[in-house]
């Protein structure tokens, strides 16, 4: 995987839109970017991925630079079940690659 | 739907005693396996992954082994204990896109 640089930790207050960037300058044309999170002492869990549009579900908003070289994970209305480490992965989906974690953002949102 | 099911939930085990902890991934086929360590407060190791029955990729150097004796299942393996293998145990699966976790082992060697 294509090494990616977030901030260690943010704080958001409850309600708020909570903005976490990830840095991503050497993505390759065909590596997605990938946002999970990790509530703490559970199994981390999908958040969304896109590859150059912009992206939204049920959880998040994904913001993709036009150049790729970095990206956004939105979640509009932050709640305090929030608070988790967000990892941002930049991936290709062809066989043989390895998902693995960097040490990702700790988000905690305050009431 | 695809589920992955990971137990124990916990385990208290001894400095020298064996070790075995599996896996099983249901509602798809062929995925790719793994297992992660994570120590307290640190980040997601990975310790080995696989891609196929008995095809397995070791990370890192270390006390533990892995084996894919079926499609679907992944053993995760120690012979003898260490303290240092004391940690978050997390499994999980893909097929190159999206990746689903198991609920994780938590394992304290004493």
């Known amino acids: 995987d294509a090494k990616t640089t977030q901030p260690t930790s943010m704080d958001c207050a409850e309600g708020r839109a909570a903005n976490l960037p990830c840095n991503h300058s050497t993505i390759s044309g065909n590596e997605y970017v990938y946002w999970y999170r990790q509530i703490h002492s559970q199994g981390p869990q999908y958040i969304i991925h896109g590859l150059k549009n912009n992206e939204t579900n049920e959880m998040a908003s994904l913001i993709i630079t036009e150049d790729r070289k970095s990206s956004t994970l939105i979640l509009p209305h932050a709640t305090l079940r929030d608070t988790a480490v967000y990892y941002c992965i930049v991936r290709p989906h062809n066989a043989g690659n390895m998902l693995t974690f960097g040490g990702g953002t700790r988000l905690m949102v305050k009431p | 739907s695809q589920t992955i099911h990971q137990w124990p939930a916990t385990l208290v085990q001894p400095v020298g005693s064996p070790l075995s902890l599996e896996c099983t991934v249901e509602g798809t086929s062929n995925p790719n396996l793994y297992w992660y360590r994570q120590a307290a407060g640190r980040g997601l190791q990975l310790l080995f992954y696989s891609v196929g029955i008995g095809q397995i990729s070791s990370e890192v150097p270390q006390n533990l082994s892995a084996s894919r004796p079926q499609d679907r299942q992944f053993i995760l393996s120690s012979k003898k204990l260490l303290l240092s293998d004391s940690g978050f145990y997390l499994c999980?699966?893909?097929?190159?896109?999206?990746?689903?976790f198991g609920q994780g082992t938590r394992l304290t060697v004493v």
């Open positions: 999980a699966w893909d097929r190159n896109t999206e990746a689903f």
